[in-house]
């Protein structure tokens, strides 16, 4: 079936480093979100790429739709804190159904 | 607005216990989801409903039942609980069908012994 393939499964960085994270599939997806769950908490939405080629940022989050429409990339810039939590990549497969990849679990050291 | 939230936190059953998680949300949102999550995986879909009175069923449905006799409330029962069920269990709801716009429950943590 449909599997989304997220790496690096987890993350150690120091305070104010850039963070880069991936997501990727053999299946072709029309779209691409990006979630952030704290901890404790519920997933959040980020970022959402509806475009191969699309780039878009929220803040010190870029995100970026793969041109082969395989994969997306997610970058935070000058990590703080309170990143830490767990991204994940989830796409919607048609319907109400949407997959999500396993997970980056970020660290971040002050 | 509260959001989406589930009732209880936590819950710990012995096997072959039955309960009944609960899900409401204050958004008048039409579609409502039940997904679990397990260590170093991602959310999984066991069931979703459209609309009030309708449900449907996700990716992994087996051994769980789900009622949604009210628009905002979305109830998601365990008959007769396995071990293998254990895990965090999240509501979600949405305006659209579109992936892009679920609200997300804060959880809930079944240990099933």
């Known amino acids: 079936g449909q599997q989304l393939n997220q790496s690096p499964q987890s993350m150690f960085i120091q305070e104010g480093e850039d963070v880069s994270m991936n997501c990727t599939s053999s299946?072709?997806?029309?779209?691409w979100l990006w979630y952030k769950q704290d901890p404790g908490e519920g997933p959040v939405l980020l970022i959402a790429?509806?475009?191969?080629?699309e780039l878009t940022s929220n803040g010190r989050l870029t995100a970026q739709f793969g041109i082969t429409r395989k994969d997306s990339f997610l970058n935070i810039s000058a990590s703080i804190p309170s990143d830490v939590g767990i991204y994940f990549c989830a796409s919607n497969t048609g319907g109400f159904k949407t997959i999500f990849g396993a997970g980056t679990r970020l660290f971040v050291k002050a | 607005n509260a959001g989406v939230t589930q009732t209880p936190k936590f819950r710990v059953l012995k096997t072959g216990q039955s309960m009944t998680l609960l899900c409401a949300q204050d958004m008048n949102h039409e579609y409502m989801y039940w997904y679990r999550q397990d260590p170093g995986m991602g959310l999984r879909l066991i069931h979703y409903s459209v609309g009030e009175g309708t449900t449907a069923k996700g990716e992994v449905p087996d051994g769980y039942n789900v009622s949604r006799l009210k628009k905002q409330n979305f109830l998601l029962g365990l008959e007769s609980a396995a071990p293998s069920q254990t895990s965090v269990y999240f509501c979600?709801?949405?305006?659209?069908?579109?992936?892009?716009?679920?609200?997300f429950g804060p959880g809930t943590r079944l240990t099933v012994l």
């Open positions: 790429l509806y475009k191969a080629g």
């Open positions: 299946s072709i997806f029309n779209t």
């Open positions: 979600a709801s949405s305006y659209s069908r579109l992936a892009d716009t679920q609200y």
